[in-house]
């Protein structure tokens, strides 16, 4: 029959000892956390494949802060390869926002940031075929700059030697876009609106 010093020192089934799971997840953690910073760095390149499809994009006005444009590819299906448009935006905001897609027979559609709430986006990056805007205003815009020296905020980066351009803040109204993929860190739709009916 066990005493009861060494009922003390046997650990109870079931239970986490919390300090070791912290000394293996803290690490873990940090590890995928700066992986995730370098690809939104450009620094790692992130192979993502996007679908057949591409989903149109519209606002009454986008005013973004820290932008960044260059050309690029994304890979499509059946090892395509569709030449974008990069927009990297470090801060946006967007009214009106609209998006659809045509799914089989039916157009899926969301909107949101109406009535004044605007749809704000962190880290914002877009991968567009085509875009389009009534007016634009860029502020201390440089165009023609290598790709691979883009400074603005989110920090991306093209091809060394490409085409580029950036500018301390942009304006669009009337915005549409054409997109293959958009990416952000964090995306707020106030008023979202989710459902089928006609396109943008």
């Known amino acids: 029959m066990p005493t009861d010093s060494n009922a003390k020192r046997s650990p109870a089934s079931g239970k986490v000892r919390w300090r070791r799971f912290a000394i293996v997840a803290v690490p873990s953690v940090a ?13 790692i390149a992130s192979s993502i494949s996007v679908s ?37 935006i470090h801060h ?3 009214a009106n926002l609209c998006q659809s897609v045509t799914v089989g027979p039916v157009t899926l559609r969301l909107t949101a940031g109406g009535g004044g ?4 986006a962190d880290n914002l990056v877009v991968d567009a075929s085509g875009q389009t805007g009534s007016v634009a205003t860029f502020h201390n815009i440089t165009i023609g700059q ?19 351009q ?3 803040s942009i304006t669009i109204d009337n915005l ?17 609106s989710i459902g089928f009916g006609k396109s943008c």
């Open 176 to 192: 549409v876009q054409h997109t293959w993929l958009t990416t952000a860190g964090t995306f707020t739709l106030p008023g979202l």
């Open 52 to 88: 057949g499809q591409e989903f149109l994009v519209t606002a009454s006005q986008l005013n973004g802060t820290g932008f960044e444009q260059f050309g690029g590819e994304v890979p499509g299906t059946n090892n395509s390869q569709n030449p974008v448009v990069i927009s990297a």
């Open 31 to 43: 590890i995928a956390g700066a992986l995730i910073g370098l690809t939104a760095k450009g620094a």
């Open 146 to 164: 290598d790709a691979g020296t883009l400074t603005e905020d989110p920090g991306t980066a093209g091809t060394p030697g490409g085409f580029g």
């Open 117 to 120: 709430n605007l749809v704000s």
């Open 166 to 168: 950036q500018a301390d």
């Open 92 to 94: 946006a905001t967007l």
